[in-house]
C-alpha cells in the first residue's frame, strides 16, 4: 500500500473513540489558543485591509468570518480565517520544525463548518483537528532541510488542512484521497516576506485554509487529483523535498498522535524564538522595568538559524521598519519587554514600533552566534544566552534550551485560559466577551454533551445587520 493510501486509510478510519485521551485533551488546549488568537487577530489593520477587498469582491453567501458579521463563499471566509489566525503570530508551532499547526488546520474547518452547520458536533470537529495537527507535524517532520534552510514555508501543510476538512465535510476513499491530491496543485509557502517585513506571512496561510477548502469540495463533485501526490515522481517529496525521510510518516500512524509532544504554545504574541529570549530577559531582571540609561548593553548568543530569522540584519532589527519587521526582531521583542516589563498585541502598531524608549534600548543590544547554541537539537528554537550589563555595575545572565510553552517547559491551561482572555479583551468583540468561559467549555466539553458546533458559532461572528 501506498504512502498516500496509507493517509486516506488512517482519515477514513478515525474516530473520536479512537484518539488517545492525551492527544483529545491537548487538541483542546490547542483549540483554546487558536480561537482567542483569531478573534485577536481579526481585528489587526492589515487584516481589515484584506478583508475590506474580499467582503468588496462578494459573493454566494455560504460561510461567516471569525470575528465579522460578513458572509462569504466559504473559501473566501477560510482565506481571511487564516490570515487573521496567523498575523498577530500569536498561534502555536511545533517545536522544532518551526510549523505552525493549528493555524493551517483551523481556519479551513470553521468554513466547513459553516457549509455543514448542524451536522456537526464537538466530536466531529475535533476528530478532524486532531487528524490535521497529527499529519501537518507528520508531514514537517519527514522533511531533510528546515524552512530557514530551504526558504520552503511549509508547502506540505496545505495536504494536512485538506485531509481535516475532508474529514469534517463526509469525504470518504476515494474522494478523499483525491481532495489531497488537489490541495497539491496549490501547495505553497515561501520565508522571504519573513525576511522582508511583509504582511504576506499571514496572507499565504490564508490561501491554503481556501485551497484546502477548494481541494475537498472540487473532489465532492468528483474533480480528481495526482494520486500519487506525495511520492510520485514528481510529488511533493521527490519535487520539493527530496532526500526526506518518508518512511518515518506512516509510524505509528493511527496509534501515536504528533500533537501529544509535537505543539508548542506562546506566551508572547512574537516569532517563536523571541519568546524565549523576551522570557529569560524578563526572568533575569524579576520583573524590574529598565530604561536605555541603566544598561549598558546586552549581548545576545544564539545558533545561526536564530541570528539569521531575527538577529539580522542588526540596523533593521533595532529599529524595525515594518510591524511584521517588529515581530521578526529579537532586539525589538527583547528591549519593549525590559522597558514595559512585558509583551503584548499592543506593542506591535505602526505607533509602538516607533516609540523612541524602546528604540534607545534596543540599539544596546547586540546579538551574534555561539557555539555552543549550535549545538542545540531545537534549530530555531534552540538555546538563546542572554548577558544584560548595567550601568551600576550588575551584570544579569543566563541562558534557556525550552521556551515557555514547549512540551517540556509547557503553558497550563489556566495559563492557556488566560492568554485567551486577554485575547478576546482586546479584539473589543461583546458577542465574543460575553461569552467567553462559554467557549472554553464548549472546547473542554467537561460535562461530554458533545454541543453542536452551532453553539459555538454564534460566539465567534458577529451578528448580522438588521
Same mark, same amino acid.
Given at each position: ?41 481579526? !481585528? ?48 502555536? %508551532? ?164 504528533? #500533537? ?25 531582571? +524579576? ?35 515594518? %510591524? ?50 549550535? !549545538? ?31 512540551? +517540556? #517547559? ?37 460535562? #461530554?454533551? #458533545? ?16
Amino acid at each position: 500500500m501506498s504512502l498516500e493510501s496509507d493517509l486516506t486509510q488512517y482519515c477514513d478510519r478515525l474516530t473520536f473513540s479512537r484518539i488517545d485521551p492525551a492527544a483529545i485533551a491537548l487538541a483542546k488546549h490547542s483549540l483554546i489558543d487558536i480561537i482567542g488568537v483569531s478573534l485577536a487577530g481579526s !481585528r489587526d489593520a492589515e487584516v481589515e485591509l484584506l478583508a475590506n477587498v474580499i467582503e468588496h469582491w462578494g459573493g454566494r453567501p455560504e460561510a461567516r468570518v471569525i470575528g465579522r458579521a460578513s458572509r462569504l463563499p466559504a473559501p473566501s471566509a477560510a482565506l481571511l480565517n487564516g490570515a487573521a489566525a496567523r498575523s498577530l503570530d500569536f498561534d502555536d %508551532v511545533a517545536d522544532p520544525l518551526g510549523t505552525h499547526p493549528s493555524v493551517a488546520i483551523f481556519p479551513p474547518l470553521l468554513a466547513i463548518a459553516e457549509l455543514r452547520g448542524n451536522a456537526i458536533d464537538h466530536q466531529a470537529f475535533l476528530t478532524a483537528y486532531i487528524a490535521g495537527l497529527d499529519l501537518s507535524i507528520r508531514l514537517s517532520r519527514a522533511r531533510r532541510e528546515t524552512l530557514l534552510e530551504s526558504g520552503r514555508y511549509d508547502l506540505c501543510k496545505v495536504i494536512a488542512a485538506t485531509a481535516a476538512a475532508g474529514i469534517l465535510y463526509g469525504l470518504k476513499g476515494e474522494q478523499l484521497h483525491h481532495a489531497m491530491g488537489i490541495a497539491y496543485t496549490s501547495a505553497l509557502g515561501e520565508t522571504q516576506c519573513m525576511i522582508d517585513g511583509a504582511p504576506t506571512v499571514f496572507y499565504q496561510q490564508g490561501l491554503v485554509a481556501a485551497n484546502a477548502v477548494r481541494a475537498v469540495v472540487l473532489a465532492s463533485r468528483g474533480f480528481t487529483g495526482a494520486k500519487d501526490y506525495l511520492t510520485g515522481r514528481w510529488g511533493y517529496y521527490s519535487a520539493f523535498e527530496p532526500g526526506s525521510a518518508i518512511e518515518t510518516i506512516s509510524d505509528g500512524l493511527g496509534e501515536v498522535f504528533a #500533537n501529544v509532544d509535537g505543539v508548542a504554545f506562546k506566551p508572547f504574541p512574537t516569532c517563536r524564538p523571541n519568546t524565549s529570549a523576551v522570557a529569560l530577559a524578563l526572568e533575569l531582571t +524579576k520583573g524590574e522595568r529598565l530604561s536605555a540609561a541603566q544598561i549598558e548593553r546586552i549581548d545576545i548568543q544564539t545558533n545561526q538559524q536564530i541570528h539569521d530569522l531575527v538577529c539580522a540584519p542588526i540596523a533593521r532589527k533595532q529599529a524595525p521598519e515594518s %510591524v511584521v519587521d517588529a515581530r521578526f526582531s529579537m532586539a525589538y521583542n527583547v528591549a519593549t519587554a525590559l522597558a514595559t516589563g512585558d509583551i503584548f498585541i499592543d506593542d506591535f502598531t505602526e505607533a509602538a514600533i516607533r516609540r523612541p524608549d524602546i528604540l534607545a534600548l534596543s540599539r544596546k543590544i547586540h546579538p551574534r552566534t555561539d557555539p555552543d547554541c549550535e !549545538r542545540s537539537e531545537l534549530g530555531t528554537h534552540g538555546k538563546i544566552k542572554i548577558a544584560i550589563r548595567l550601568t551600576d555595575g550588575r551584570i544579569e545572565e543566563g541562558e534557556v534550551s525550552y521556551a515557555k510553552g514547549n512540551p +517540556k #517547559n509547557p503553558m497550563s491551561l489556566d495559563e492557556l485560559v488566560a492568554k485567551f482572555d486577554k485575547c478576546v479583551a482586546y479584539a473589543q468583540l461583546p458577542y465574543a466577551s460575553q461569552h467567553r468561559a462559554a467557549i472554553v467549555e464548549w472546547v473542554l466539553d467537561r460535562s #461530554n454533551r #458533545n454541543p453542536s458546533y452551532a453553539n459555538l458559532a454564534e460566539r465567534l461572528h458577529a451578528p448580522a445587520a438588521q
